[in-house]
């Protein structure tokens, strides 16, 4: 069963703690995002990963960090540092055809962070 | 100006009822174009790629003007299970495919 799965669904941070955030695919997918969603707003990029071993912020990277060890796997810790960190977390995945247009990104579940 | 605008709603038709979505741009070097489809508390799917020459999937057509930078999306017959976000996207294509959403367009589709 192919697809993006992201783990915990729901998470709950006390203010000053770290979290990291699962993201798994077994699509082959060469690159993979996160993204953060607010209400009434639209997805923000955080980081994004072309191949494993690399990765580039996004446009709201403070208070972030990644790793892509794996290609099937792009964690996401939320650091103390990231001042409003309540919000929906998506991670996405692509085939990664860096300059073609038709490289449609998919996306996980979502994990829904609240900092107490 | 946001980069991508869209009307957030919400509409509010009945079953059967024809309903349309616009969506702007700013970014002229945006390359390709998505509806995606987002239910409550649910991740974005794709729901089509919009096409210069415009396309349709069963009850849903997409509309691309690039000298308006202007995208619409079309439903007819609407359906209850078409209640949900609908996400306008553009794709800004670089060193790595960015995507730029808009904040949706909530549609509620009562009986």
């Known amino acids: 069963d192919g697809g993006i799965t992201q783990s915990p669904k729901y998470l709950f941070r006390k203010e000053g703690q770290n979290v990291t955030l699962s993201c798994e695919q077994n699509?082959?997918?060469?690159?993979m995002y996160w993204y953060r969603q607010d209400p009434g707003q639209g997805l923000r990029l955080i980081y994004y990963?072309?191949?494993?071993?690399?990765?580039q912020k996004g446009d709201i990277a403070e208070g972030y960090s990644v790793s892509r060890e794996k290609k099937e796997s792009f964690p996401l810790t939320v650091t103390s540092a990231q001042k409003n960190p309540t919000a929906f977390y998506l991670c996405?995945?692509?085939?990664?055809?860096?300059?073609?247009?038709?490289?449609?990104?998919?996306f996980g579940p979502g994990t829904r962070l609240t900092v107490l | 100006r946001k980069e991508v605008e869209q009307d957030p709603g919400p509409f509010n038709v009945p079953e059967g009822a024809t309903v349309a979505f616009n969506c702007t741009y700013s970014n002229s070097a945006s390359q390709s174009f998505f509806w995606y489809r987002q239910d409550c508390r649910k991740e974005p799917k794709l729901l089509m790629s919009?096409?210069?020459s415009g396309n349709e999937d069963g009850r849903f057509t997409a509309q691309l003007n690039r000298a308006s930078q202007y995208i619409s999306l079309l439903i007819r017959d609407s359906k209850l299970s078409d209640s949900a976000t609908y996400l306008c996207v553009v794709n800004i294509v670089g060193g790595y495919n960015k995507l730029i959403f808009g904040a949706g367009t909530r549609l509620a589709v009562h009986p």
């Open positions: 990963s072309q191949i494993v071993n690399d990765f």
């Open positions: 919009v096409y210069s």
């Open positions: 996405a995945s692509s085939i990664g055809l860096a300059g073609y247009s038709t490289d449609t990104q998919y």
């Open positions: 699509l082959n997918h060469d690159a």
